[in-house]
């Protein structure tokens, strides 16, 4: 079964800063999906980010990017110029590839605070 | 267009009681999937329905049940409820493997 690990239950960033968010996670297969999503106290699940295993390249999404490293099976988040409206609880989540339905798998979460 | 919209957003019942929780899917979108969510924690995928049919199902007992009407709109029911049931559920609907949309979710407590 696949897992997701999130190591840290929270961070904090100073406005304006760079934060690393990490995830590790474990799976036998060879195609899947990646994602980095975001839930303020509004609830609602919001995509980050999201990385397709078979490209090397990593995701960037303006102020956010990905350092994905496969064979570590390691993904963590890299935000930058950190904003006020960033502070929310973060997730990983895994997707298995090859199959055009599933579930996602989610870490425990990651909860970032930003000071002005 | 309406993203996903999730009925009612707040729910109190009493152990031993039966729930229904209700979900739109996003305009286009032909698959739903609940999750649960407990304070704090990862949602937990409890089933995905595609065409009117439970397509996938996560490690939760046969008192959670479901539908998916020809409309792709779809229920969630917990029967006999337990205070351990008590949680966020969240619907996401998709037409695709990654492109999800979550509803803010439905808070249910059990008392």
């Known amino acids: 079964a696949q897992t997701v690990t999130q190591s840290q239950p929270e961070m904090s960033v100073q406005e304006a800063e760079t934060v690393t968010l990490s995830c590790t996670y474990d799976t036998s297969e060879s195609d899947y999906y990646l994602f980095w999503y975001k839930q303020p106290p509004s609830r609602q699940m919001i995509l980050v980010i999201r990385?397709?295993?078979?490209?090397?390249q990593n995701a960037t999404e303006n102020r956010f990017s990905v350092n994905f490293q496969k064979a570590a099976k390691s993904f963590s988040l890299k935000i930058s110029d950190s904003q006020l409206g960033d502070a929310a609880m973060y997730f990983c989540a895994y997707h298995a590839g090859g199959t055009s339905y599933g579930k996602l798998t989610f870490g425990q979460g990651t909860i970032l605070t930003v000071h002005p | 267009d309406a993203g996903v919209t999730q009925s009612p957003t707040h729910l109190i019942k009493t152990r031993g009681q039966q729930v229904t929780l209700r979900c739109s899917p996003k305009?286009?979108?032909?698959?739903v999937s609940w999750y649960q969510q407990a304070l704090g924690q990862g949602p937990q995928f409890i089933f995905q329905y595609y065409e009117e049919e439970e397509r996938q199902r996560g490690n939760f007992p046969d008192r959670f049940s479901g539908h998916q009407y020809p409309n792709y709109s779809s229920e969630l029911n917990v029967n006999a409820l337990l205070l351990g049931d008590s949680a966020l559920y969240l619907c996401?609907?998709?037409?695709?493997?990654?492109?999800?949309?979550f509803g803010s979710g439905t808070r249910l407590t059990v008392v």
């Open positions: 996401a609907s998709s037409l695709s493997q990654w492109g999800y949309t």
């Open positions: 990385q397709e295993a078979y490209k090397q």
């Open positions: 305009s286009g979108h032909d698959t």
